[in-house]
């Protein structure tokens, strides 16, 4: 298999002579507008076990993000407990923040161009 630009896999069929482009499958496609994922907690809870000595816990935390699938940034209300803000995002993925610890993020809403 040869890979075209633009993300297409060229797959050559031998049977019947045909060619077949079909388009590459991202690992992750980005969720446009609000979301929220899983991400591996970057922060450890130290303890102590006395057979093992000082050890580190690390497990996961959820994460939310904003989604700009457009050309241009974007104005977006974050929403958090209690509170919110106005921001421009450029295009692609923002993290937002987290959604179990504060300031806890609750949602976003789109609110036009910047």
Not at 60 to 88: F, L, M, P
Not at 89 to 111: E, F, M, Y
């Amino acid at each position: 298999m040869k890979k075209l630009a633009g993300g297409v896999l060229l797959a050559g069929l031998v049977t019947a002579g045909a060619v077949v482009a079909a388009p590459a499958q991202p690992a992750e496609a980005m969720v446009c507008g609000y979301s929220t994922e899983l991400e591996k907690s970057e922060e450890g809870i130290p303890g102590w076990i006395p057979i093992f000595g000082g050890v580190t816990w690390t497990g996961e935390q959820q994460v939310a993000h904003w989604g700009n699938c457009t050309k241009a940034k974007q104005k977006i209300k974050i929403k958090y407990s209690g509170s919110s803000r106005v921001v421009c995002v450029t295009p692609g993925d923002t993290r937002l923040g987290l959604t179990k610890k504060a300031p806890k993020v609750t949602g976003a809403i789109n609110l036009g161009k910047c």
